[in-house]
Structures are given as C-alpha cells and as structure tokens.
C-alpha cells in the first residue's frame, strides 16, 4: 500500500528522519492540518486521496497520536467498489474503532452488506473487521449471518477460517448466544472430520472456547477430535505447508486439539480410547528428535563437541596462570553443543508438553504417567542421553518440563517417578542466578507438590538454602510454601518452630501474618515445644538488627513463656525486658502495642518486677505519646498492674491452646497468590492441574464457569443486583464518602487526584462487614470502563471472604489518557446467607476531578481571544439546564469552586453570568477549557468551548448534571 501512494511514503520517511521529538511532532501538526484543510474543503476528493489521507491518519496513529477526525471519511472508502480503498477504510476502522464508537452503526451495516457479498475479498474484509472489534453492535448486524456461513457447506474455505476468528471474538466477548443449537455442534463436528487444515486451525479454537462456554452440547464432538488428532500424529498430511519438519505434521493443530480434549471427561468408546493412547504415545517418544540425535553426522559432531570440551576443561586446570573466567568458558562450551533443529525441537515438544497435561487431566493410566514423568526428568537433566542432554540448556524447555513435572506430582501414578528427578529439579534451583526466576518458581512448585514425610527434611533444608538467594518476586510463595510442608510432615514440633523462626531470620519482609500467627498457635498449643521457643525466640532478639516480624512472635513468646527460661542467669527477667525495650523505638506502631502487652504480662509472671514496669508507663515517651493507642494501652496497664493480684491473674492469665487445625491460613494465601498469576483464559489453564471429570462434562462446565468468574471481562451471574445512583451525585462535589451501604454491607472510598501525576487516580475501597455474625464469602471484583482507551484501571487484589465486624481495603489506579464521559465501574460480587449479590458501581472518577486552574487569571481580552480562536462547533457545546432552586451569581461561583471550575471575575459584562476557565489534564496532553454560564431564573445556559471536539460536549454535560442537583 505504501509504495501506491507517493505521498504517504514520504511522510513516513519525513516521521522516521526526524532527530527528535519535537521536530516530529512538528511534522506531524502540519501534516494533520493539511489533512483536516482537505477533509474540510468544498471541493470532493478522489478516493486515491481519501485512500492516501486516511492511511497517513492511521500511522499517525500508531505512533502514539490522538486521531479526532477522518472517520467519516474512512466509512466513506468501506463503500467504495474498488478494493485498495475499501482495504484502507477498514484499515482505519479496525484500528480506531471500539464497539462504543458513535458511528458503529454506520460501520455495522456496511460490514453487514459486505460479508452478504459474492465478491470474497470483500466479505474477508468485513469479516476481519467484526474479529478485531467485535462488540454487540457489530453482533446484532451480521451475528446470524455468521452462523449460516460457518454451517454452509458451499463456503469457501478461505471465508470459513475467517467466520470461525469472527464467531470466536464475539463468542469471547458474550455476543452470540446461538452456537449451542444442534444444528451448530453437528457442523463444528463435520468441521473437525473433513476440514481443509487452515479451516480447521481456526476452528479448533473456536472449539475449545465452545466446549468451556457449552461443555455438555459439545462433549459429542470427542470422537471427532480423536480422530483427527490420530490421522494428524500417525498418517501426516500430504500438504508441504503443514509439515513443519520430516514426520512432524501440524503440531498447533495438534496442540488445540489436545486442549479440546482437555476440558472433557476420558472418552467411554474403547476404539476412540484406543486412537488417543496410541497418538498420544508417538506423541511423548519424540520420535523425530530421537532420529536426529542417532544419525551418524550428529553422533560425530557429540564426539568432536565432547573432545573439544574434555580439553578445554583440562587446560583450565593445567594453567591456571592463564586467568580464563570458569563461567565464560563453560557458556562457550554450551553455546558450542549440538542442537537438534530450532523448528523441529519446538513442533515436537509443543505436541509432548501439552499431551502431558492431558495425561494429567485424565489421571487414569499409570504407564503414561510414569513415562511422561520420566521424559520430563531427562528434559531438565543435563547428563541424561544425547537427545536431552542438548534441549536442557534452553530454559523455556526447562521451564515448561519443571511446569509438567508439578501437575504430573499431583496425579494418582507419578509421583514417585517424580521424585526420582529430585536432585535434577534441585540443580535448576541452584543454576546460575541470571536465570528467568520463574524456572525457580517452577521448580520450587515441582518440590511442593512431591513433596512427603520422608522427603521434607532434605526439601525444606534445600528450599532454605535457596531462598537465600533467590529473586524477591517468588520469595512470598517460598517461604508460604516451606511453613506449609513443615508443618503438614512435620513429626518433631521443635523442628517446625526452628523452621519457621529460621525463615523469619531469612526472609523476614516475605513471611505474611498468616505465617508467624500459625507458629504461634502451634506454640500455644503444644506444651513440649515452649521452653525451647522462648529461649531461641530469646537468643534471636539479641540480636539488635532482626526483623519486626521476629520481634512480634519473640513479644508473644517471651510473654507467654518467658517464666520457662527465667532460672538461667542470661535469661532473667530484667533481660528479658532490656532485650525488649531495645528493640521498642525501632518498631511499628502494631509492634509496639504488642510489646507493651508483654510487659504487662511480664509483671503478671514476674512480680517483682511491677516496679520497674510501673516506671517503664509512666515514662513520658508512653504516658504521654502522640499516637492515641499507645497512650491508652500504657496508661491502662499501669492502672493494671495497680490493681489486686486476684484481678491481675485473671486479666493475664496464659493464654488458652488454640483449636486443633491445619494451616489454612496460609493454605488461603498460597491459593490466593497461585490464583492471581494464573492464566485467565480457559483452555491456557490447562497446563494447571485439573480435576477429574465426570461424565457428562459436568466438570469441565464448572470449570469454565469458574475460569469466567475471574475474566476481566466475565458477566455478572448473581441472583440479586443492585447499584449505588443513589449514593453517587454527592461525588460531583467531594471526593470521600460511601459508595453503598445497606444494614449489612458498607462500601466506602477515598480518593486523591493528581498524584504522582495530575491525569492519574488513586482510589482507596473500603469494604465493611456490619454484620454481627454472617460472613461475606466468595468475594470477587473487577474493575471496568466504557472507554477502555481514555481510562486506564488496574485494581489490587481483595481477600475473598469477610467476617464480621470487619473492614477489607483495595486500591484502583486510574489513568485517564483521553477526556471521557462516563466514569469507571466496580463490581463486586459476594455471597450472603446462600445468595449471590452483585453490587455495581459508580467510581468517583469524574471530568472535573483532573481539572486544574491556570497559575494566573486571564483579562476580559484574553479571555475573549482564546473564545473566539476555539470557534464554533464541533468545538462549542450549548446546554440549557434547570435547576431545583434559583442560583444567584454569588451561590453559583461557590459552586463552580466546588466543582474544581472557579469562576474568573470581571470576564463578562453582565454581572448575572459567569465565566470560567480551567485546563483538563490527560497523560497525553492538556485541553483548555472555557465556560459561559448564563443565568435566568431556574434556568442555566452554558456554552463550553475547548481545543478537542470531544471535550466541549463532555465537559458540558458533567457541568449541567451538577447544576441540575442545585
């Protein structure tokens, strides 16, 4: 296209010549005001200029530039007849264009007419432009149509892949409710028998997002894909195009196929189960690479490579005066180790890693479990036979094994295969430090999961070591993990309490509550294990530089337990509290508070002790401290310790064990981080370990159900929903308040604006149990906009459940890019009582909270000047709007301060009106605006100017809604 078209190639020389950023903005200023001086004038325009025009649009575009005309232009070349023009209009269409464009209707019923056309290319346009957009406008326009060319037998096979991308995007997105007819399972299912294989990789896809969203409906097309799957493994295709190397045929055919298979129950029909166990066994023998690695020429080169290595090896330890760096020599001698084909070793272990998840899934043959465990453990193991040994090097390859590995630990068979390759999985946590740490976290979940009483020791031991060094994005799931092996296998307490102190020693910023709370109750509980807690957690405060975490369990310890230590002279009580007070001026306010308990309970177990700890409150540093708590908890205590002996006794008594459980706290945490990486996307889950499914598909619905509960875009499916109009229109005027709140449930927020930056949001969500006894489970939330181009979200994690009486926080970030008009959503959804309830939200995040005054107030002439450069519309927006009450100038003006658009005095010649001027601040630029409000009566007129020909009609209309309220 660009060769076409003379002018656009040299407009992108021009963009690509420029020495810096202002020089190509210039370039691109005066290229769009030409653009705009054509579009605007009287005299039509070919449609090779409308072609070259919108194509410069479109790059423009791409290299990060707002584009706020030539749609009309763009829809105007998708009717053309000649296809480069109709090719460049739904260029720009398809890259511009969302589903909440103001114009998708125009584009819906173009593209409806164009995929009706007999001429392909057309229809292959239109069918492009509904898989990149999607949306319910382009669905409601050609989403039957779809359905009868994906059933026809008479479409080509060039229309057909694209109908099924086309089906896929609005399937995805909810638009198309149709496909779980009969009449659509038996097509897909003749699809997948005699398919022309481009036809058939399209709709393999299609498939898989069919069987999560319609399991039990196309739970019948298993055998097809079974058939396939063996023709494509054992017999090849006669196609050069889909053999990626000599006896590997299609493998990402393969791959959606296995994962078809993936989401479905084994197959019932012994001769289908017999096809899949005899495909998926080529499948895990890598036969292909087999046959590389034992031709002559790469057994010489294994020799040579071998030679070359024992040598270089050698002469490193006979001239050690030579000074050659160890590490780079063995990275040169790995870079020189044969290696089968790049293409070929990728389209077998494609088809191998995802055959293992299927083996895992069904978790119902232990000879395929065993051997798949075993390959796996030569693909990580250096020293395993020549066909491995060059693929372990790779560390996506390893990676992916360590992942099979993991699922294959967790099945009924395979364990104790996989626990053969410990000491391969240890090697690849003590590999070089520069490795991807999520092989690390791969490895560290391989030892979790094969983990057992008479492994643990030698694991936890190794994992210790590992977390020492390890990278501090995985340090939290480490350290969850070892407290939760070592206190599931753990047959010596003492040595759980070792343990988990020595992680705290370690990793003291990683260990989470939910770990030192668990230690503690496991303290508590059992009797045999305190003396020796108190004096490590002891020996541990001497030191002045250990962690605020250690200091919060020793507190607890010493409290409880101390008396157990106090007869040995460098235990005493007076030590024991200089220990403590040492470590107070360092500590958090929660830590504090903590250690004050201990010295209260200090002089419950010690009495002659009550003294000095009466001194200890009264110091003025407690008695009378800034922060409120502190100074209550001391003055409270001292009283205490005043009282009768009786009274105190009763007051701190030892605490009573705790009930007998497991740790499921920090089971909950695991889940919780596991579940925040995890793949969102159905069938790119099914490398994690899945359930067994029953027949019938019931499984794999739940599943998909499941998986659509945390989509980003998943739909609501409560029983009950409500929303917060009611509690939003306040927010126009302040920024903290409840969003919602009913007898059970309040959701409050607070928010800053402006901070790091002025177009960004920080909004803080409170969400409050009032219950007095239900606990809110099952929480889930997600955060949306209608204009997913103008606002930017990403909203932090919240705990699933909440008790009673009690408060749970979340932060949204907001970054708006361009002006909006609808503020973001929040949905959340919880259970209550068995009941599902939705609440959706309106978020606080309005147009006038990113407006910021000029340093400095214009003049009447100034004000005047920058009106009349605006112009009229588009870049003007009139509204008349009556409010509750009659406003005067004077009422008004307090207003419009509160609404962050402070009037300017002395701008317009009748006092009854006021005038205002702000600046609207995106990250990708600022947008003056100027105000006109004219008043009379109950009635506003106002008149909003402004650069952008989108501001001006949003800007106007969030400033009526808030005067109407007046």
Known sequence: MVKEMRGLALFIQDIRGCKSAEAEQKRINKEMANIRHKFGAKKAL???????????????????????????????????????????????????????????????????????SDKQ????????????????????????????????????????????????????????????????????????????????????????????????????????????????????????????????????????????????????????????????????????????????????????????????????????????????????????????????????????????????????????????????????????????????????????????????????????????????????????????????????????????????????????????????????????????????????????????????????????????????????????????????????????????????????????????????????????????????????????????????????????????????????NLAKASDAEIQQRANEYRHLLQASDELINTVLDEMPAFAEKESSSALAKLEKNKSAGADAVGVSAGRAKRPKAPPGGAAAKAAAAAASATKADAEPTSETAVNNDAFFDKFMLMDNGVLYENPVLQIGCKAVYGDPSASRAKITIFYGNRSASDVFTNITTRVYAEDEVALKLHAGDVDSSLKPEVQLQQVVQCDVTAPFASPPMLECALTFQNRRITVTMKLPILPNKFYTPLPAPLDAAAFGDKWRQIGGPPREFVQVVTTKSKLTPESLKAKLAGYKLPATDNIDPNPQNCAAITVWTTSTGVIGVLVRIELKDQACRVTVRAPNDTAAPIVAAALCAMLALC
């Not at 198309?176 to 897909?188: D, G, R, S, T, W």
């Open 46 to 116: 070919s449609g090779y200029d409308l072609k070259k025009y919108v194509s410069k649009l479109v790059f423009t575009f791409l290299l990060g530039n707002e584009i706020e005309f030539g749609h009309e232009e763009a829809i105007q070349l998708m009717r053309s007849p000649k296809f480069s023009e109709k090719q460049a209009g739904y260029l720009f269409i398809s890259v511009l264009f969302t589903d909440a464009h103001e114009m998708m209707d125009k584009v819906g019923e173009i593209v409806g007419q164009d995929i009706k």
């Open 121 to 620: 290319l057309d229809c292959c346009l239109a069918l492009h432009c509904v898989a990149n957009i999607g949306g319910k406008v382009l669905a409601e326009a050609v989403g039957p149509v779809l359905g009868k060319l994906f059933k026809a037998k008479e479409t080509p096979p060039f229309v057909k892949k694209k109908v099924a991308l086309a089906l896929l995007k609005l399937l995805r997105e909810g638009s198309v409710q149709y496909l779980a007819k009969p009449e659509y399972v038996k097509a897909m299912s003749q699809v997948l028998q005699r398919a022309e294989y481009g036809v058939l990789t399209s709709a393999a896809s299609l498939a898989i997002a069919l069987g999560l969203r319609y399991p039990e409906e196309y739970e019948s097309c298993v055998p097809d894909v079974v058939t396939m799957l063996h023709r494509l493994v054992l017999k090849g295709v006669d196609d050069d195009q889909y053999k990626y190397a000599k006896n590997v045929t299609a493998p990402w055919i393969c791959v959606k196929l296995i994962r078809f298979l993936q989401i479905f129950s084994p197959p019932s029909d012994p001769a289908v189960l017999e096809r899949l166990n005899a495909a998926l066994g080529a499948i895990m023998n890598l036969g292909p690479l087999k046959q590389w690695s034992n031709s002559e020429g790469v057994k010489d080169a294994i020799v040579r490579w071998r030679a070359y290595a024992n040598k270089e090896r050698n002469q490193l330890e006979a001239f050690p005066e030579r000074n050659i760096n160890p590490k780079r020599l063995e990275r040169e001698i790995a870079r020189r180790k044969p290696k089968p084909p790049q293409k070929k070793m990728n389209a077998c272990l494609s088809m191998c890693f995802e055959g293992a998840n299927l083996i895992c899934h069904y978790d119902n043959d232990q000879e395929q479990q065993e051997h798949a465990a075993a390959l796996m453990g030569k693909l990580i193991d250096p020293t395993a036979e020549v066909h491995s040994a060059t693929l372990s090097d790779n560390p996506n390859i390893r990676f992916l094994a360590l992942e099979s590995l993991a699922s294959l630990a967790q099945t009924t068979y395979a364990r104790t295969e996989v626990k053969k390759n410990l000491p391969e999985i240890l090697a690849s946590l003590k590999s070089d430090a520069r490795d991807d740490p999520t092989v690390h976290r791969k490895a560290v979940d391989v030892l979790y999961n094969a983990c057992d009483k008479d492994t643990v020791q030698t694991v936890v031991k190794e994992l210790l070591v590992f977390l020492k060094k390890s990278d501090y994005s995985i340090r939290e799931d480490v350290v969850l993990k070892i407290a939760i092996l070592s206190e599931k296998y753990a047959t010596d307490f003492t040595w759980y309490v070792n343990i988990i102190l020595t992680l705290i020693k370690i990793a003291g910023d990683h260990v989470t509550d939910e770990v030192w709370h668990r230690v503690l109750q496991i303290v508590v509980g059992r009797p045999e294990v305190q003396d020796h807690a108190a004096r490590i957690c002891f020996e541990a405060l001497l030191d002045p530089t250990c962690h605020e975490a250690m200091v919060k369990v020793g507190a607890y310890v010493l409290g409880e337990f101390g008396h157990l230590i106090a007869n040995d002279p460098a235990c005493i009580p007076e030590k024991q509290l200089e220990v403590l007070q040492r470590h107070y001026p360092m500590m958090s306010t929660q830590t504090r508070g903590l250690l004050l308990s201990t010295y209260v309970k200090q002089g419950n177990l010690f009495p002659e002790m009550r003294t000095t700890l009466d001194a200890v409150f009264a110091a003025s």
